[in-house]
């Protein structure tokens, strides 16, 4: 069995999209590693990382620097960055989402690298433990922005990472 | 087509223990990647070590970026007889934290060899450490052990990868 396996993608096409989401993910693999370049329509660049459609029992914790200031902080709803409609145009975030035993009956903590840069004084870059305090396993994915819509060529790439 | 991920070995506790170790690494791959999901078994938050070839001499150095979820910070050590990792995990919840550590061009005989490595769990912190091991051996083994002697808790996973550029 091969290593890393593509499971399914997504390339957001010319009319936008609300969310993106991976359904009926099989238990098959060890871990899960989500690529995603990610611009939404609207201002704000936070998006919410929801699995099994769950937007409860969440929590992450976060160090980043935010154009130049280096800070931590927490918050309640796992998440990730994206580039926002007032950043240099044609430009998009970068992401990977690093689920361990997602099929495992323990609660999901992830590691997640997330960026978003901009020829101009704004910025963030962050590395973030995401927390899902459920014991199931998880068999669906939903990023959503907090406001706005994925812009057409946002893409997600849903890896199965296999250990046996 | 040979395969650019392959499995190394993987360890699983069922009982607390106190060390992960891989041993007899081949040298047949490029770069290493380890994958780990750890608890402790007892005391909260407690430094991560990490020594290569059982080596404890004064061969490590360290630079890090760690955040507790209200401040960030930084360290930087040299001659250390370890490299250290912090904001590990925690046992008083059920979570495990995820540890990614990747260890490039680990098996040539001619430079010395770094790790970069990210920890976090969203109960603690988080920990993104460069550590640098002045050894022109190849690494064929890889050990983590907790401070103070503290365990493993019986859960805990770690997988080791071989990446093979061809």
């Known amino acids: ?164 | 087509m040979t395969a650019t991920y392959e499995k190394i070995a993987t360890t699983t506790l069922g009982s607390s223990q106190a060390s992960i170790d891989f041993t007899s690494i081949s040298g047949s791959y490029t770069d290493l990647v380890i994958i780990g999901s750890i608890k402790t078994a007892t005391l909260t938050n407690p430094a991560c070590y990490v020594r290569f070839n059982n080596d404890t001499g004064s061969n490590y150095s360290v630079t890090s970026l760690y955040g507790n979820g209200s401040s960030a910070g930084s360290t930087k050590f040299n001659s250390q007889t370890f490299i250290r990792y912090n904001y590990v995990t925690d046992p008083n919840t059920t979570n495990f934290a995820p540890v990614i550590m990747n260890i490039n061009n680990y098996s040539n005989a001619t430079t010395y060899k770094t790790a970069l490595t990210k920890f976090g769990l969203a109960s603690i912190g988080l920990d993104y450490t460069v550590g640098l091991w002045r050894s022109t051996s190849a690494i064929n083994r890889v050990t983590f052990t907790l401070e103070s002697a503290t365990n493993f808790a019986s859960g805990c996973i770690f997988t080791i990868y071989g990446i093979k550029a061809e």
Do not use: H
């Not at chain 1, 993608?9 to 871990?31: C, H, K, L, Q, R």
């Not at chain 1, 699995?51 to 927490?74: H, I």
């Not at chain 1, 998009?92 to 004084?121: C, H, M, R, W």
């Open chain 1, 1 to 164: 069995m091969a290593t890393y396996t593509l499971i399914s993608s997504v390339i957001v096409g010319s009319g936008g999209a609300a969310n993106i989401e991976f359904t009926s993910i099989p238990a098959t693999y060890t871990d899960l590693l989500l690529k995603v370049s990610p611009r939404i329509s609207s201002t704000n660049g936070t998006v919410y990382v929801d699995y099994n459609s769950s937007t409860s029992n969440q929590s992450w914790n976060r160090l980043y620097n935010s154009s130049g200031s280096v800070g931590a902080d927490t918050g309640s709803r796992q998440y990730i960055t994206a580039v926002t409609s007032d950043y240099t145009a044609n430009t998009f975030g970068s992401t990977e989402i690093y689920i361990p035993n997602y099929a495992s009956s323990n609660n999901k903590s992830s590691l997640v690298d997330t960026v978003q840069e901009n020829n101009s004084s704004t910025n963030l870059q962050a590395l973030v433990a995401n927390l899902w305090s459920n014991s199931a396993a998880i068999t669906a994915i939903r990023i959503v922005p907090f406001s706005g819509t994925f812009v057409q060529y946002s893409t997600a790439y849903l890896y199965g990472i296999s250990n046996a």
